[in-house]
């Protein structure tokens, strides 16, 4: 349920469904690791993206677990 609430920022690009489009990358159909990884990659500098790295600044490790359970778990197309 968390994972919903934080996702509202996220659909600004990806999409309310997480699918994205020609822009912005498919984000439900990752898997639930991957999403982890690249979020804390983008929270820590790891992966330089200063879009990604501006929406995670501030989110918890938790909120990233969240974020990532709920992505992952939204059907793909």
């Not at 439900?28 to 929270?43: D, H, P």
């Not at 501030?58 to 793909?76: M, N, T, V």
């Amino acid at each position: 349920a968390r994972g919903a609430e934080l996702s509202v920022d996220c659909a600004i690009c990806h999409g309310d469904d997480g699918l994205g489009d020609e822009d912005f990358p498919a984000i439900a159909v990752q898997e639930e690791a991957e999403l982890f990884k690249k979020l804390t990659g983008f929270k820590s500098g790891e992966i330089e993206n200063l879009d990604m790295s501006d929406f995670v600044a501030d989110l918890s490790e938790q909120d990233i677990a969240d974020l990532a359970a709920y992505y992952s778990s939204l059907p793909g197309k």
